[in-house]
């Protein structure tokens, strides 16, 4: 790896929002799915969530490895799972449905912490996402057509959070806590060793400024000798 590749790295991570993330509602297709993984990269978005079956999960994950280096997503068996834990932090979540009630989405606030909440490709958020919705949002559709891509949407939404995010000088400073920040830049600069350790239960050791181990022949034989330091995954 270069010194600009893993200077990248870290300024990716500079930029990633800890307090904005997605639900997705029963969205099946491995194709949106993986727009949806791009989209969120694309906007800061470091953890997003699946509400979906375990083996639609599994299909997923088969066809979609390379968006998932760079965003962490979780599944969780129902969107109530999904959703509760989140709203219990604090967290706003915000339906992209039509309903009586629906707002352009323009005018939510996305600068609090704050969850998207997209739905299945026809039947749309389920009747138990919009319950748990703090608020219904809406783009506005000029032409025949009632509703865009489930992934096309999640771009328009994504796009206004950034920039009100933007400008409220969110992407500015880091917002990831130092410890999260330095297990995150290790296991995208060194994938396979961040693995063998997370198994063997061993702690990260020091990269230098080009994202190779600052003293590799120093750590594989303490790696060997059982002294390499050790930490609970």
């Not at 979906?52 to 968006?67: L, N, V």
């Not at 009632?146 to 999640?154: D, E, G, T």
């Not at 120093?218 to 050790?230: E, F, K, L």
Request: charged share 20%.
């Amino acid at each position: 790896m270069t010194a600009a590749r893993f200077q990248r790295l870290r300024q990716v991570l500079e930029y990633r929002q800890p307090d904005l993330t997605i639900v997705t509602d029963n969205v099946h297709k491995g194709r949106n799915l993986s727009a949806i993984v791009r989209t969120a990269d694309a906007a800061g978005i470091g953890t997003m969530y699946c509400s979906m079956p375990d083996k639609d999960y599994k299909a997923f994950r088969g066809t979609a490895m390379g968006s998932h280096s760079w965003v962490s997503v979780r599944r969780q068996a129902d969107v109530s799972a999904a959703l509760t834990p989140l709203k219990a932090q604090g967290y706003q979540v915000l339906a992209a449905h039509l309903a009586s009630d629906s707002v352009d989405f323009r005018e939510a606030d996305y600068t609090r912490p704050t969850v998207i909440l997209l739905g299945a490709e026809k039947q749309g958020v389920s009747a138990r996402g919009c319950e748990l919705a703090d608020m219904h949002i809406t783009i506005p559709m000029r032409g025949m057509v009632q509703s865009f891509n489930v992934s096309v949407a999640a771009g328009i939404i994504l796009a206004e959070a950034e920039r009100q995010r933007h400008l409220a000088g969110m992407y500015s400073q880091r917002r990831i806590d130092e410890q999260s920040f330095r297990q995150t830049l290790f296991e995208w600069a060194q994938p396979k060793l961040g693995e063998y350790c997370r198994e063997h239960g061993l702690a990260y050791p020091p990269l230098d400024d080009e994202g190779e181990l600052a003293d590799g022949l120093a750590w594989q034989q303490a790696v060997r000798a059982g002294t390499a330091p050790q930490y609970t995954w």
